[in-house]
C-alpha cells in the first residue's frame, strides 16, 4: 500500500524540512536503526510564499506533497466564550 507524504507549512513558511513516511515505513520494515532511517528519509526544501502546493522527491524518489495551511477567517462576531489568537 502507497500512501501520500503530505507536509503542512503555515502561510508565511518560505521553507520546510520533514521525514518521507515512505521511507521510514521502509527502513522499519526492513529492521534498519532509526538514527539510519531519518538520516535516509530527510527532505528540505523551499516552497514560494504564493504556492499552495508543492511537489518534490525524497532522497530516495518518493513524492512529498508540501500544502499550505491556511489560517480560517475570523468570526463575523466576537464571541467572549472562545480563545482569541492573534
Known amino acids: ?13 518560505t521553507s520546510f524540512s520533514c521525514l518521507c513516511e515512505t521511507c521510514l515505513e ?16 530527510s527532505v528540505r526544501g523551499l516552497v514560494p510564499a504564493e504556492t499552495d502546493v508543492a511537489f518534490v522527491s525524497c532522497p530516495a524518489g518518493h513524492e512529498v506533497v508540501v500544502r499550505r495551511n491556511h489560517r480560517p477567517a475570523p468570526l463575523r ?8 489568537i492573534v
Open 1 to 13: 500500500m502507497t500512501r501520500t507524504n503530505t507536509v503542512w507549512v503555515s502561510p508565511g513558511a
Open 77 to 84: 462576531r466576537r464571541d467572549t466564550r472562545q480563545l482569541q
Open 26 to 41: 521502509l527502513a522499519r520494515s526492513d529492521g534498519s536503526s532509526f538514527i539510519d532511517a531519518v538520516r535516509c528519509a
